[in-house]
């Protein structure tokens, strides 16, 4: 049982260029996440998925697009990456499990994106 | 005792003594909170969640204290080990419950 797999785990990118960040899980979760870390701040959300097919925008969702196509994975790209997108990014899953249920994220272990 | 670091809040523990890490969070709508462990190089984990209806839950060595009032959020960590060295994130949910949002977390530090 993997959980949550990131690829790739680091990356360096030129400033106009784009990527996609991969987050496959193996736990049937129908939630997925795509927070962004820079040095020394907490997480901050990008964007988040409710389920196969659905997307809606976190909080700081410019500049980054994502695609749920299947429930199993949840990908991030950069169209044209920009130097402020320099950060490690972290993806998470969870269960469905109500308003009342527990809602804990399972995290990657993270991709490290350095944009020159 | 704690001080603010140049970006992340630092507190500075004795093996042995207990720990307090401080929250405030935002939403009053808040319903569900969550304290994550990150150690260096790792994703978040899961540490002991706390619903709006309670204002304490313990665990394993930890325990979460709850203040709506002014909208706080504690952890406590009993004898704190090496192992317990990690930024500490506490995290609200809100949006119907899809979305967590993290706060700036807390770096500890455990003196052998």
């Known amino acids: 049982n993997a959980g949550v797999t990131q690829t790739p785990k680091f990356r360096v990118l030129k400033t106009g260029q784009s990527m996609t960040l991969l987050c496959a899980q193996d736990m049937n979760h129908e939630y997925m996440y795509w927070y962004r870390q820079d040095p020394g701040m907490g997480l901050r959300l990008i964007h988040y998925?409710?389920?196969?097919?659905?997307?809606a925008k976190g909080e700081v969702p410019d500049g980054y697009n994502v695609s749920r196509l299947k429930k199993q994975n949840f990908l991030l790209g950069l169209e044209s990456a920009a130097p402020s997108q320099t950060s490690v990014y972290f993806c998470?899953?969870?269960?469905?499990?109500?308003?009342?249920?527990?809602?804990?994220?399972?995290f990657g272990a993270g991709s490290r994106l350095t944009v020159l | 005792g704690e001080s603010v670091g140049l970006h992340l809040p630092t507190l500075s523990v004795q093996e042995g003594d207990n720990s307090i890490i401080n929250c405030a969070y935002s939403n009053s709508a808040s319903d569900y909170f969550i304290w994550y462990k990150q150690e260096s190089g790792k994703g978040p984990q899961f540490i002991i969640d706390?619903?709006?209806?309670?204002d304490k839950r313990q665990g394993q060595r930890v325990t979460v204290l709850l203040n709506k009032t002014v909208k706080h959020l504690s952890l406590q960590i009993a004898a704190t080990q090496p192992g317990d060295s990690a930024v500490y994130f506490c995290?609200?949910?809100?949006?119907?419950?899809?979305?967590?949002?993290f706060g700036a977390g807390t770096r500890l530090f455990v003196k052998a």
């Open positions: 995290a609200e949910n809100m949006g119907g419950g899809f979305k967590t949002i």
């Open positions: 998925s409710v389920g196969e097919g659905t997307t």
């Open positions: 998470a899953s969870r269960r469905d499990t109500g308003v009342s249920g527990a809602n804990v994220l399972t």
């Open positions: 706390i619903r709006s209806n309670m």
